[in-house]
């Protein structure tokens, strides 16, 4: 198979615009990985007009699927979370080529997972845990329970790849298989809200309450990373934290996060008068250092 496609990467290894190359055989208990093509070719380069260019080959009964794709579409879905495939990819994928190890090292890291790459991460899945949570429990307070049962399910999903990150892992795309093992009460928890026999209104009662207590034990990993980067200045206007490039990641989360650690009295509001009588301009500054 390789030699087949050799032709394919060989040209684009040559480019000094070019990374590295890595080639996923497709395995059959994970044949999602590979979108069911028998092999990837995951080509990482240092910069395109594109951000993703995909283009589909067929070869003898086989199709094959090439990916060229920056260094930093790669970097902001390693740190986002969202295309889980790239992690497969890069752990179970072969490198053909590595131009100075680049390649290699980012592996290494991913295995190492250091603590700051780790922070970022549970700084964004707080976040969408908290706005999930919170949409929720409007849609149940109005009785909207599908709906609320819909965000329920997703802000429980943010909790286990929260607590994955917090054990020093990756969530792969098994997050529940992962849980199960590493936090056995958040995946019972899960397991009530989609097994139980109760009502719908009931089994969305119970997790509401128990997930109250698991959001407020994991607040301090959470919020740790925002409020690090808080500590470079006095306060904040919320468009400066959304200006703020290691921020930038946390996207339209980042308001019912900081509303959310406004009410944990974590973070204080700042008022600045405006020329406008009555009216202030609002900042927010870190509250006191957590225990």
Known sequence: MEDILRSIYQERASHPNTVGVVVVEKRQKAIAATDTFDVILLIIVKENEDPVFVKHYSYDDKKAAMHIVTEKQINDWLLIGNNKKIFDWLYNGKIVFDRNERIANLKHELREFPFFGRKIKMGIEFAKLIRRYSDGRVLFDNFNYLDAYNHVVHSLHHLARLAVIENGFHPEVTVWHQVKQIEPEIYKLY??????????????????????????????????????????????????????????????????????????????VVKVETKGQGIFHRYYRAAEKLS
């Open 191 to 268: 397991e009530e809200l989609i097994c139980s026999e109760e009502s719908i209104e009931k089994r969305l009662e119970l997790l509401f309450l128990a997930s109250e207590f698991l959001i407020h034990k994991r607040t301090k990993v959470g919020s740790q990373h925002l409020l690090e980067v808080m500590e470079s200045k006095e306060h904040w206007s919320f468009n400066e934290l959304m200006a703020h490039p290691e921020l930038a990641p946390y996207s339209v989360d980042l308001g019912i996060l900081v509303e959310y650690l406004i009410e944990k009295k974590i973070l204080d």
